[in-house]
Every structure is written in structure tokens, then in C-alpha cells.
């Protein structure tokens, strides 16, 4: 998987498992501030709203600002789903460190373009 699936989707979904959407918004938000708090140097952080969801007993939904990003971002959650699954049926999928995704996903370039 590639450095533009966490540039997209942050490194973790939303994850709804019960009827409080609200508090399960509010705990992603702290979540995701607290991530970035921790690995942070000089960077701006980026919009803390979720890309995607999983809602337990329904599926996935990805957000966008407009129809195009929305359909880019389920583009990548399919695609990465699928690639996990493989690599879980190939004898196990591992990720990155979360220091290694903040990184990622807080590339210099990237951030360059929000300055």
C-alpha cells in the first residue's frame, strides 16, 4: 500500500458500535488529536474528522467534500480491505508503527502544500 492511503484516509477508521454517533464522533476527534499531540513537531495538523467508517452490523461509508474525494476515499478503503484480507489469508498482515504512519501521513511535502 502506498503513502496516498493514509494521506487519504488517516490511519485508523471511525468506528461505530453503538447508537451514541455523536460520542463515538467525539472520542475519533480526541483519538486522533491525542495521536497527533504525540508525534508532532512543527506540523499543522489536519482536519480530524473521519475519512471513512465502519459501522458495526451495516458496513463502510466514506466522507468527502465532494462527490469525487468521497469516491477516491472508498476507492482506497476498498482497495485496502482487500489487500489486508490477502495478506491475513498469506500468513498475516502487519502495518507500520504509528510513529511511522504519523510520518507518513504528516509527509513534508504534503504539509508544504497546507503552508
Known amino acids: 500500500m502506498t503513502p496516498e492511503h493514509i494521506i487519504r484516509t488517516k490511519r485508523v477508521p471511525w468506528v461505530i458500535d453503538n447508537e451514541d454517533v455523536e460520542d463515538a464522533l467525539r472520542h475519533f476527534k480526541v483519538a486522533y488529536q491525542a495521536y497527533f499531540s504525540a508525534y508532532s513537531n512543527t506540523e499543522?495538523?489536519?482536519?480530524?474528522?473521519?475519512?471513512?467508517?465502519?459501522?458495526?452490523?451495516f458496513g463502510v461509508i466514506s466522507f468527502g467534500r465532494t462527490q469525487k474525494?468521497?469516491?477516491?476515499?472508498?476507492?482506497?478503503?476498498?482497495?485496502?480491505?482487500?489487500?489486508?484480507?490477502?495478506?491475513?489469508?498469506?500468513?498475516?498482515?502487519?502495518?507500520?508503527?504509528?510513529?511511522?504512519?504519523?510520518?507518513?501521513?504528516?509527509?513534508?511535502?504534503?504539509?508544504?502544500?497546507?503552508?
Open 69 to 115: 474525494e468521497a469516491d477516491v476515499i472508498n476507492d482506497v478503503i476498498s482497495h485496502t480491505m482487500t489487500a489486508v484480507l490477502r495478506a491475513d489469508k498469506l500468513g498475516g498482515y502487519k502495518s507500520i508503527s504509528i510513529a511511522d504512519s504519523f510520518d507518513m501521513e504528516y509527509w513534508e511535502l504534503e504539509q508544504n502544500k497546507l503552508k
Open 44 to 57: 499543522i495538523m489536519l482536519d480530524s474528522n473521519p475519512k471513512y467508517a465502519v459501522i458495526k452490523n
